[in-house]
């Protein structure tokens, strides 16, 4: 009885656990199918969102499609224009090339034609110049042949003055010079204004002559008059505003002399003496003589030559 009781008991329990576990599954079931319904609503939104982005894709695609048959021919056409393109650009570079080559060679050839022209200028240059040098190389040489033609007929003409002063000079020497009473030493220089000498005509300012007496005799010392006397070389006397008149005696024999100073001088038996005189005029170019006289005759003369 009491093993019935218990195992009532455990039935009821039983039936009470699976009544229990029968709703609750129920329950979970009803919840899975409301939740798949949800979800079958939601799946069913989206496949009809889906089947719209397919349609649409479908529509791109279609375009596209469309798109890539349309540039695939434009391509097929570039593809030709390009074959083109490359085929022109290799005839023009090849063209280039052979002008490059050509004016390359055109280039040195004009390179060497100016290196020419060049060459020929400057020759031209140093030719104009050997002619101008010649030209003033002749110029320079008429000239000095002028001067010499001139100069030659100059000496001439000097030496034959000169010639002529000479011969006068040794004939008054012998003839009015004393043997024991005569100048030695005897030199003429012409002077410019500063005191230096010259030989210009157009500088010559003063004639000084200096001279020696030495071993005088006693008869000839003691105060006398001496002359100085300027001639050219025909023995005509320069030129002065107040010329000097004098009367010498040599040997008896008497002879007129112009002089162009004179001075009182207390002859020695030996001394230094100096005359000078002051230019009036310009003298002309020649020989000049310069004398100095005594009232006894001739002491000593000298010659000068004036350019």
Not at 148 to 154: G, K, R, Y
Not at 217 to 228: A, D, F, N, S, T
Request: glycine letters at 6%; hydrophobic letters at 35%.
């Amino acid at each position: 009885m009491k093993t019935n009781t218990i195992l009532m008991i455990l039935l009821a329990i039983a039936m009470l656990v699976m009544g229990y576990c029968g709703w609750d599954h129920n329950n979970k079931v009803q919840a899975q199918m409301a939740d798949l319904s949800a979800k079958n609503t939601a799946l069913g939104t989206e496949l009809t969102d889906v089947q719209g982005l397919k349609a649409k894709l479908e529509g791109d695609l279609n375009a596209l499609q469309t798109k890539y048959s349309s540039l695939a021919a434009e391509n097929e056409a570039l593809q030709g224009s390009v074959t083109d393109a490359q085929k022109e650009i290799k005839r023009r570079k090849s063209a280039i090339y052979r002008l490059t080559q050509a004016s390359s060679a055109k280039d040195g050839e004009m390179a060497s034609l100016r290196a020419q022209i060049e060459g020929l200028i400057n020759e031209r240059t140093k030719l104009e110049a050997d002619i101008n040098n010649l030209q003033s190389e002749n110029a320079q040489l008429k000239e000095e042949n002028a001067k010499l033609a001139s100069d030659l007929a100059t000496t001439k003409g000097e030496k034959e003055a000169l010639a002529r002063l000479n011969s006068t000079m040794e004939k008054d020497i012998a003839d009015l010079t004393l043997s024991n009473f005569k100048a030695n030493g005897f030199t003429t220089d012409v002077l410019r204004k500063d005191g230096k000498p010259t030989r210009r005509k157009g500088f010559a300012k003063k004639v000084n002559v200096s001279f020696d007496l030495v071993n005088v005799p006693e008869k000839y010392q003691g105060v006398r008059k001496i002359y100085m006397v300027i001639t050219d070389d025909t023995g005509v006397p320069i030129t002065k505003s107040s010329p000097i008149k004098a009367k010498i005696s040599v040997n008896g024999t008497d002879q007129d002399i112009i002089a162009v100073s004179e001075q009182n001088v207390e002859i020695q038996e030996s001394q230094r003496l100096s005359f000078n005189h002051d230019l009036e005029a310009k003298l002309k170019p020649g020989y000049y003589r310069s004398s100095i006289y005594t009232d006894l005759g001739l002491l000593g003369s000298a010659s000068f030559l004036m350019r």
